[in-house]
């Protein structure tokens, strides 16, 4: 779970560079990455108390 929030923080600070250097607009790319990120913490959660 880790690797897969890291990435996605890769990610999302790629997103924010091509803005930043104006690359491209990145705007709807932001949004898909938090609801990723939504999505992977909910997961983890479940897990979690799952297993205990």
């Known amino acids: 779970m880790n ?3 890291a990435s996605l923080e890769e990610c999302r600070y790629y997103c924010l560079l091509s803005t930043d250097l104006e690359y491209m607009d ?3 790319h ?3 990455l938090e609801d990723v990120s939504k999505l992977l913490d909910a997961y983890a959660k479940s ?3 799952s297993g205990s």
């Open 3 to 5: 690797i897969a929030q």
């Open 26 to 28: 990145m705007k709807g």
């Open 30 to 32: 932001l949004e898909q």
């Open 47 to 49: 897990i979690l108390s």
